[in-house]
């Protein structure tokens, strides 16, 4: 075991070894393993967003295997889907890749000011399917978050007695939050410390921007002089915010972009101590050999091979 990976599992202590084994295998999988990096890509979007918005762009991944292949084939971390995607193709593809299976899901067919996530799957469609982890969604902000974060907590007391890691996907959102506040420095370092007091091993947010949306914490930014006028200066500050560091940050693709704004985007995590990226829309929009380069370029930057 590399000296990195075993800082990393040195943070979760109060875990069996069950669940540190498969913290320790999405560590080592793929071509970011043992460096301590990762990136993961994420196909919930067919859900989320609809399948013509999701997979039109790019016809193949219509298809549930097209995910599978792409993940392995670019020496992604992990793949990570709702039940009905794992389900289609995890025993053609059993064993090649970590599997995160994502618990609960939204669609965007009804506009709802305060969300809340249906239950879509469980911990033992998981171990079922041959897992790593599991994948929830919290709206800090929301209405409904308090429920969101009472089903968090059983799911993850159930998957860490089953040996599983538990990844939280927090996402502010809510009635009482602007939507420039869904992205702000102190909302995401706000969400990313909920997430890893609800025991989240690996912690999914957006990337911060340099809006600051409560008063009172305005108010000790400037007091305190907290730097977050850089991206990176912003993702360092989220990183800290979840426990100092010790634990797992990675920062999501959202929609798709350039490729320069996204290869500048993954130096600023990478220069900000962040742990990865967590790419869906940027990778699989695009005809597969395409895609395969963009995350090897990615891939490459969190190495250090790419400036």
């Known amino acids: ?37 990762l990136v993961i890509l994420p196909v919930d979007q067919g859900f989320e967003h609809g399948p013509a918005r999701s997979f039109a762009p790019n016809p193949p991944a219509y298809h549930p295997h097209y995910h599978f292949a792409l993940a392995i084939e670019a020496g992604c971390s992990a793949y990570a889907a709702p039940l009905g995607f794992l389900e289609a193709g995890a025993a ?77 996907w927090s996402y502010p959102r809510g009635s009482g939050m602007s939507k420039e506040g869904e992205t702000s420095i102190d909302v995401v370092a706000y969400a990313a410390q909920i997430a890893a007091q609800l025991g989240a091993h690996l ?53 798709k972009a350039e490729d320069q704004q996204v290869f500048e985007e993954v130096r600023a995590i990478r220069d900000g101590g962040g742990f990865g990226s967590i790419i869906g829309r940027n990778s699989f929009q695009r005809p597969k050999g395409e895609a395969l380069k963009f995350l090897g370029t990615i891939m490459g930057i969190y190495a250090g091979e790419i400036p």
């Not at 609960?104 to 799957?121: A, Q, V």
């Not at 009472?150 to 007695?161: G, S, W, Y």
């Open 203 to 255: 912690i999914k947010v957006k990337l911060p921007t340099a809006h600051i949306e409560q008063a009172a914490a305005k108010k000790i930014y400037e007091t305190q002089k907290i730097p977050f006028d850089s991206l990176a200066d912003r993702v360092r500050h989220v990183v800290q915010s979840a426990f100092d560091g010790r634990r797992i940050v990675i920062f999501s693709g959202g929609a």
């Open 1 to 37: 075991m590399g000296k990195r990976i075993g800082e990393i599992l040195s943070w979760y202590g109060s875990d069996s070894p069950g669940t540190r084994a498969q913290i320790y295998r999405l560590l080592t999988h793929g071509r970011l393993g043992g460096t301590g990096r």
């Open 92 to 168: 053609e593809h059993a064993g090649q890749i970590p599997l995160i299976l994502k618990l609960n899901s939204h669609d965007s067919l009804t506009e709802e000011k305060d969300p809340l996530p249906s239950l879509t799957g469980s911990v033992r469609d998981a171990l079922r399917l041959g897992c790593a982890a599991v994948g929830f969604t919290i709206y800090p902000g929301s209405a409904r978050s308090r429920e969101m974060y009472e089903q968090l907590r059983a799911i993850a007391e159930e998957a860490k007695a089953y040996g599983l890691a538990v990844v939280v």
